[in-house]
Structure formats: C-alpha cells, structure tokens
C-alpha cells in the first residue's frame, strides 16, 4: 500500500495495491476531475512531483514532452511509490 498527497490542498489517502490513484482518490473522498477514466479526455491530468507510476495502457494519452515534464493521468496510473501530485481542482468532500 502506498500513500498519495495531493497540493495545494494537501490532502491524502491510502492507495491499495490494484488501485489507479483515480480510484484511491475517489475512496479516500478526494475530488479530481475525471471524465472517460481510460486515458484520453485528459480531464484528470496532474503533475507527479514525487514518486512513481506504471501505467497498463500501451499509450496513456500523454505526449513525450507531458510525461518528461512529469505530468500523469491518475485515471489510467497506478503507484509504485508513494505520491505527490499537483492539481488545481482537487478538494475533499
């Protein structure tokens, strides 16, 4: 298990094994804009400041300079570390 923190707001929750940080967002009453959750509305994007992902789609919806300047889609990402991202709109409920 892994933790996933996400500014400005600095909120966190758990991130289980099997999980897209999405998906752990969501459980852990995180609000992130979030729309087709396969990868290519962009919706979600976020800048990973810290730690790792993996994704299981061949192409994550993400351009080579977007993924070298550190920006993921947690609806397709999953850890393999713990996280920092950096989203605007993300907020507790």
């Given at each position: 298990m892994?933790?996933?923190?996400?500014?400005?707001?600095?909120?966190?929750?758990?991130v289980?094994?099997?999980?897209t940080?999405?998906?752990?967002?969501?459980?852990?009453?995180?609000?992130?804009?979030?729309?087709?959750?396969?990868?290519?509305?962009?919706?979600?994007?976020?800048?990973?400041?810290?730690?790792?992902?993996r994704?299981?789609?061949?192409?994550?919806?993400?351009?080579?300079e977007?993924?070298?300047a550190?920006?993921?889609?947690?609806?397709?990402?999953?850890?393999?570390?713990?996280?920092?991202?950096?989203?605007?709109?993300a907020?507790?409920?």
């Open positions: 892994f933790t996933a923190r996400v500014l400005p707001a600095d909120l966190q929750c758990d289980e094994d099997g999980m940080l999405l998906q752990a967002l969501e459980a852990g009453r995180i609000e992130m804009p979030s729309s087709c959750r396969n990868g290519t509305c962009r919706t979600c994007v976020c800048q990973l400041l810290q730690g790792s992902v994704y299981e789609v061949e192409w994550p919806g993400l351009s080579t977007e993924m070298d550190g920006y993921v889609l947690p609806c397709v990402a999953f850890a393999t570390s713990d996280v920092v991202l950096q989203q605007e709109a907020r507790g409920t």
